[in-house]
């Protein structure tokens, strides 16, 4: 269902020596650390590279306002749905600064819709599994979330400076998103038998498709090589997992929750917790379309896409009727 828009083959990175001067001063600039900006020049496969990461980035956070949208006229009280709109919100802006960083790459955001709509371009996974319960909400916000986060808080430290700055605003919205979260959590888990049964059964349901948003494992990663050396990402797959894990093992003890995987224990040794792989094959068919709301989620972006022509369409004429009147004098002149 998804082409690629850039494959990187990460046993082949091309040493100094092979690079063009061009290349090389670039790889040199990243290497001190420096920020690369818009104007200046890049190598098309860091570009494209990026193009697809930021673009996949703010696929997500438009798509992940699905789930939780879903939740607003029922959320329990009037705070939580007041809070839970916000959120919402603060989302709907991470997808329009994302878009904007990406189009400094010199693709437009129609472009990039386009290719979401119509399948070409991805989204996380985890948006691909549907919200049941209110209990959902509160393992959205602190896993989900906090997943998201772990990753995000590297990435403010990208290399590509617009990217950079977009996420050193979204990393302080999505701590508050976290925390609300982690609230909904500590109120169902200190609730009655019923309340606790759907934090436990929301935590089971959530684990290991938040595991999965970290992407697949480092051996099967087919871009963390290049993009760690251009740094645009900063991490490896398996090493944010890990850490994510080591976070959130003592938060479920404090909120009296399992973890639903037997093989959870703390490794001396390493320094972290052993945990059990996600299911790859159920990772994969997601990707490729088969999750269990891909279609109905692709469906309601498609949706808003159309049903929001007549808005285009005015701002379009608006901005025609303006430029006339502006050139109108110049013009009789
Ligand atoms: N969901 C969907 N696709 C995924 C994925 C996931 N969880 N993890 C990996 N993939 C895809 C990759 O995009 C790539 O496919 P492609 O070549 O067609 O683009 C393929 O699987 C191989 O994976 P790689 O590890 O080689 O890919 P990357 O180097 O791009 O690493 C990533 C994947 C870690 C997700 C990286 O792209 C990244 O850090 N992206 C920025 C962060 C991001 O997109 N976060 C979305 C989370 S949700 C969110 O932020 C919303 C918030 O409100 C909760």
Not at 20 to 39: V, Y
Not at 77 to 103: F, M, N, P
Not at 179 to 192: L, V
Request: proline fraction near 5%; charge should be neutral.
């Amino acid at each position: 269902m998804y082409a690629q828009m850039v494959k990187t083959d990460s046993s082949r990175l091309k040493t100094l020596d092979e690079m063009s001067p061009e290349e090389r001063a670039f790889q040199e600039r990243i290497d001190r650390g420096e920020k690369i900006e818009p104007k200046e020049w890049m190598p098309e496969g860091y570009r494209k590279t990026l193009i697809r990461q930021v673009g996949q980035h703010a696929h997500s956070e438009i798509v992940g306002q699905l789930p939780e949208g879903n939740w607003i006229t029922r959320a329990p009280t009037l705070e939580r749905k007041a809070i839970l709109l916000a959120k919402v919100q603060d989302e709907a802006g991470h997808g329009l600064y994302l878009y904007s960083a990406a189009e400094t790459l010199g693709v437009s955001r129609d472009e990039l819709l386009a290719l979401l709509h119509s399948g070409k371009m991805k989204y996380s996974s985890i948006f691909n599994y549907p919200t049941l319960t209110w209990a959902d909400i509160g393992a959205v916000g602190w896993l989900v979330d906090g997943a998201a986060i772990m990753n995000q808080v590297q990435l403010q430290k990208t290399s590509y400076g617009p990217y950079s700055r977009a996420m050193v605003r979204i990393c302080k919205e999505e701590s508050f998103h976290q925390r609300q979260g982690y609230d909904i959590m500590m109120k169902m888990a200190a609730g009655s038998d019923a309340q606790r049964a759907m934090a436990q059964d929301a935590l089971n349901r959530f684990w290991y498709p938040s595991l999965m948003m970290f992407g697949p494992s480092d051996k099967d990663s087919v871009h963390s090589a290049q993009s760690m050396a251009w740094k645009i990402k900063i991490n490896t797959n398996d090493e944010l997992r890990q850490k994510f894990v080591d976070q959130t093992v003592p938060q479920a003890k404090y909120l009296g929750l399992t973890i639903p995987d037997p093989a959870l224990a703390w490794n001396e040794d390493k320094g972290g917790h052993d945990f059990s792989e996600p299911d790859w094959t159920e990772f994969f068919d997601v990707l490729a379309g088969n999750g269990p709301c891909n279609k109905e989620r692709l469906g309601a972006r498609v949706k808003a896409w159309n049903d929001g022509a007549w808005v285009r369409d005015g701002l379009v004429a608006h901005a025609e009727k303006a430029a006339a009147r502006r050139s109108g004098p110049v013009a009789a002149e």
